[in-house]
Structures are given as structure tokens and as C-alpha cells.
């Protein structure tokens, strides 16, 4: 599985304007919805799994880095994107430092195994060094893609 199977680059955010985590997390749903990947109708219910997801433990993993996620019985297939924040966003993250690039990860609660092969592509991606310090250079959409473009092609030094 590659980022390009499930990340939406329609709903990509290169800047996002806040630095408030729940807004953020609202900011990503909206351009999930916004590019098609889920009803609009599963706004407010997603909305809340993934904040009452936060509130139990972040998601922010450390290295400038979150990963919210939520599987959902209304979702039909597994959507993502990615946002980036100029500024940094208090994920209240294990290393305690500001989290510049997030993925925000939906997927059918049917399918475990496919989150379970998309959170491991996020994961191992996130780890790379480089990866980490492209994205959060990067300033447009397209930044966005090209990255996980050579991601996918293994094409970045770790």
C-alpha cells in the first residue's frame, strides 16, 4: 500500500491557519469532505470521534509529527490527508514539542487489517528523517504530492 492509495491530495493543507489542535483536526475533516472523501453529512460524528480520540491519548507521536485517526462504520473507504502548520500546533504531543505536519487517517471500521497497512505506510514514512523535513518545508499542494510521490517510489534517503 502506498500514501498515494489513500492520501486525498485534493484535500491536502499546506497552510494551515491555526494553532489550535481541535481546529486544526475540524480543518482536516472539512477538506476531507470538501474533496468528496466522506458524506458531509459524517461531519460532526467524525468530529467528535477524533477529538474524544485526542482526549484519550495524542496522537502526537513526537518529532513534530501527529497522526489523528478514527475508523468509522459510515466511511466506505479509507481517506487521509495531510496538513501543515508554518507555526506549530500543541498536540500535547510524548516529546512535548509542537507538531508541524499532521495526517489525519479515516477508515472503514470493517477494515482493521487496511488502517492497520496505512497507519504502518504513515508511520514508517514519518520516521524518515527526510520525509519529516520536506514536509514541513513544504509551502503548496503540490510540495505535498511531489513528497509522496518519491515516498512511494522510495526515493528519499532516511
Do not use: C, W, Y
Not at 21 to 43: C, F, K, N, P, Y
Not at 55 to 80: D, L, Q, R, Y
Amino acid at each position: 500500500m502506498k500514501l498515494a492509495d489513500f492520501v486525498l491530495t485534493e484535500a491536502l493543507v499546506p497552510q494551515l491557519q491555526t494553532t489550535d489542535r481541535d481546529e486544526v483536526i475540524i480543518t482536516l475533516v472539512d477538506s476531507i469532505i470538501e474533496a468528496g472523501g466522506v458524506d458531509a453529512s459524517l461531519r460532526d460524528e467524525l468530529v467528535k470521534s477524533i477529538l474524544d480520540r485526542e482526549n484519550k491519548g495524542s496522537t502526537g507521536f513526537g518529532k513534530g509529527v501527529a497522526v489523528p485517526h478514527v475508523k468509522h462504520t459510515k466511511i466506505e473507504k479509507m481517506v487521509a490527508t495531510i496538513g501543515v502548520s508554518p507555526s506549530g500546533v500543541d498536540f500535547n504531543a510524548l516529546d512535548k514539542q509542537p507538531v508541524f505536519s499532521v495526517v489525519l487517517l479515516m477508515s472503514p471500521e470493517d477494515r482493521p487489517e487496511d488502517h492497520l497497512q496505512a497507519m504502518e505506510n504513515v508511520f514508517r514514512n514519518l520516521q524518515n528523517d527526510t520525509f519529516r523535513k520536506f514536509l514541513r518545508q513544504a509551502t503548496t499542494a503540490k510540495d505535498i504530492e511531489e513528497l509522496i510521490t518519491e515516498a512511494d517510489n522510495h526515493q528519499l534517503a532516511g
